[in-house]
Nanobody, 124 residues
Framework: QVQLVESGGGSVQAGGSLRLSCAAS????????MAWFRQAPGKEREFVAA????????DHADSVKGRFTISRDNAKNTVYLQMNSLKSEDTAVYYC?????????????????WGQGTQVTVSS
């Protein structure tokens, strides 16, 4: 059983930056692909970014490309999401997720474990 705990959320003005962290425990972190999803009020949960366990390849949603960067540190069992040039439409609860898969990672159904989420609020 893998436990995921997100941190780093908060309130920031448009154009600002935040770095989210997700600490994993209870499993072999290096064997899990990791991702960030987000859910705004009244909307479905959507894919933000993923990093595979096998090759370390990354994928980012078009809406965040060039602004957000996912990375992982297997020595620290932690995945990060660096968020720059934040916009009001980035306001959401951000969730960390872990998957044993290495493909199809934009699909929520691929994920075996989820964190409790961290709130990000961007004011314009």
């Amino acid at each position: 059983q893998v436990q995921l705990v997100e941190s780093g959320g908060g309130s920031v003005q448009a154009g600002g930056s935040l770095r989210l962290s997700c600490a994993a425990s209870g499993g072999t972190f290096s064997r899990y692909s990791m991702a960030w999803f987000r859910q705004a009020p009244g909307k479905e949960r959507e894919f933000v970014a993923a990093v595979t366990w096998r090759s370390g390849n990354t994928d980012h949603a078009d809406s965040v490309k060039g602004r957000f960067t996912i990375s992982r540190d297997n020595a620290k069992n932690t995945v990060y999401l660096q968020m720059n040039s934040l916009k009001s439409e980035d306001t959401a609860v951000y969730y960390c997720a872990a998957s044993v898969a290495s493909w199809g990672l934009t699909n929520l159904g691929k994920y075996d474990y989820w964190g409790q989420g961290t709130q990000v609020t961007v004011s314009s």
